[in-house]
């Protein structure tokens, strides 16, 4: 019983500074890790739903070009127009394509830094449309084409 209470054994400042400090550097690298990791999925997930937006965009557009009478169409630059009223459109400033139905201005998609549409020097019947889109947050761009046979 003597020996158990005799024990001087315990830890010195010198060994607990180097244990904290220890644990602290390894609380800090996960740490680290584990805000890289969340950080980059952040930046993915806003990268991946801007292709979304710019690919539902495309395909908005490709379906509403289809549907209506192609004689009626024509484009130029950042504009496609029916019946000579603009139609769906790209306002630099805003960075935004709208479409107008019945006089009202409508939201296509947002976070827009490039909108064309062109008829081929080959085909005056074929219409090529550019869209490319930036991440405000990462600055990423994606970029979409296609081209429409427009069906008189």
Known sequence: MMSILKNDRGLSLIELLVSVSLLSMILLIVTSIQLFGQNQFMNQTEHVDSQADVRYAMNDIQRKIRSADGSQITTKDDA???????????????????????????????NIKMFTAHPDEDHIEKTKITIESFSPTNGQSTTISSSIYIRN
């Not at 139609?87 to 400033?93: M, R, T």
């Not at 805003?94 to 947002?110: G, M, Q």
């Open 80 to 110: 496609i127009y029916l019946n000579n009223e603009e139609w769906i459109y790209f306002e630099a400033g805003s960075s935004t394509i709208w479409e107008t139905v019945d006089e009202d201005k409508n939201k296509l998609v947002d």
